[in-house]
């Protein structure tokens, strides 16, 4: 009896546990294979994202961070193995994902304020709740003056706040950024880093960030996904146990900062 109860409780215990861990899992990426014609991409990718996690995703040019983005928010098919959001085939009419794409992209007959606004039109805020959103992001992000222009009449800099600024007014459950910051200067990708940090303590987004700026991962991710060259795979994970806000002269920061450039340069 003693035996049997003990067999029942470990077992029990055994299945909460899974049941524990699916609970935390946001993004389960299962054989993850992508290939164009002969060329394999992404090769037998696995890895998942818990909840609420903050995760770069540093890997080669042309190694597939984009063909992986575009996979997991289904504009493109993939070849082999799935990508479950949430524990079910991810599918962006069901779940709440924002992407900034690494061009980033606005709609040339809307203003800057109407683009701004736009995902939340997509996702049926009301027009006052979407206006009042649209404003407080642009003065975030120093957009206000130009909210009345056309994008042909901005910067490139200034379409890239605007792409930011859209994916954050939706307050997404997942965001995915591909390389959101290249465009910016210096003073403004910090801020936009913290931005991004406040943003993701304050929804509880499940953020997914590609970049070529090693300090930035290091800087805004709890953990950093290194990917190899093509046919690629997940060379690596570092963990990212570093208290916020960071500092970038931290000998902490600075070693890890280290870990993950040894890594890339032996792409
Ligand atoms: N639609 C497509 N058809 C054929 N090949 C493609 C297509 N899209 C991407 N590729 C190829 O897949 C590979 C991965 O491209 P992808 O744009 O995903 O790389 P990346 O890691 O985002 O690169 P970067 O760091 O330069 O942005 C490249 O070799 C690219 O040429
Ligand atoms: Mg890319």
Not at 69 to 95: F, Q, V, Y
Not at 129 to 157: F, H, T, W
Not at 250 to 262: A, G, I, S
Request: net charge positive; with cysteine; glycine share 4%.
């Amino acid at each position: 009896m003693l035996f049997t109860g003990f067999f029942i409780n470990h077992k029990e215990s055994k299945e909460l546990s899974v049941l524990k861990q699916n609970e935390l899992v946001k993004i389960r990426v299962n054989n993850l294979t992508k290939k164009f014609g002969d060329l394999t991409v992404l090769n037998n990718i696995n890895f998942t994202i818990k909840k609420g996690e903050l995760l770069a995703i540093v890997g080669p040019t042309g190694c597939g961070k984009t063909t992986f983005l575009n996979c997991l928010s289904k504009l493109m098919p993939t070849t082999e193995g799935e990508i479950l959001i949430d524990g079910e085939a991810a599918d962006p009419r069901k779940h709440n994902i924002s992407y900034v794409f690494q061009e980033p992209t606005c709609l040339p007959w809307r203003t800057v304020r109407e683009n701004v606004a736009y995902g939340m039109e997509i996702k049926g805020v009301p027009r006052a709740e979407r206006m009042k959103r649209a404003d407080e992001i642009m003065a975030l992000v120093g957009l206000s003056s130009c909210a009345n222009l056309y994008p042909n009449q901005v910067s490139a800099s200034m379409m890239q706040r605007i792409a930011v600024s859209r994916a954050f007014a939706v307050r997404p459950d997942l965001l995915l950024m591909d390389e959101p910051y290249g465009q910016l200067d210096v003073k403004l990708r910090y801020y936009l880093e913290d931005e991004l940090v406040n943003l993701w303590r304050t929804v509880g987004s499940t953020v997914l960030f590609v970049t070529h700026n090693i300090e930035e991962a290091v800087y805004v991710a709890e953990r950093v996904l290194v990917l190899t060259n093509k046919p690629t795979s997940v060379k690596q994970e570092v963990v990212i146990d570093l208290p916020r806000p960071r500092d970038l002269v931290d000998p902490k920061f600075v070693e890890l900062r280290r870990q993950v450039t040894d890594l890339i340069r032996w792409w």
